[in-house]
């Protein structure tokens, strides 16, 4: 397993941008795929993108077009470009690291971070 340090949530206006960032510690980052998932107050935590070690990308029908997941394996880093925020896109983001395939779904990881709160005013 690895540990994963999320950053860069806060309080922003609907329209407007944040970029999350999941740094890893460990030395075997680029083989691991890297997700983002987030969870609203009484709600299940769903998949919002992933980045595999191959990297291929997915994203959540709500994350398509407005979400950019990248990483940078030189500074074990992943990164959420989200623009044009909306208040239902307020939660907790987690960043995941796992080597199952296809890497949709949170039992398809095994460590986790301990998240970060984005909250979207309207």
């Known amino acids: 397993q690895v540990q994963l340090v999320e950053s860069g949530g806060g309080l922003v206006q609907a329209g407007d941008s944040l970029r999350l960032s999941c740094t890893a510690s460990?030395?075997?980052?680029?083989?691991?795929?890297m997700g983002w998932f987030r969870q609203a107050p009484g709600k299940e935590r769903e998949f919002v993108a992933v980045?595999?070690?191959?990297?291929?990308?997915n994203y959540a029908d709500s994350a398509k077009g407005r979400f950019t997941i990248s990483r940078d394996n030189a500074k074990n880093t992943v990164y959420l470009q989200m623009n044009s925020l909306k208040p239902e896109d307020t939660a907790v983001y987690y960043c995941?690291?796992?080597?199952?395939?296809?890497?949709?779904?949170?039992?398809?990881?095994?460590?986790w971070g301990q998240g970060t709160q984005v909250t979207v005013s309207s």
């Open positions: 995941a690291a796992g080597d199952r395939f296809p890497a949709l779904k949170t039992t398809d990881y095994d460590s």
């Open positions: 460990g030395r075997t980052f680029n083989s691991y795929n």
């Open positions: 980045i595999r070690w191959t990297t291929t990308r």
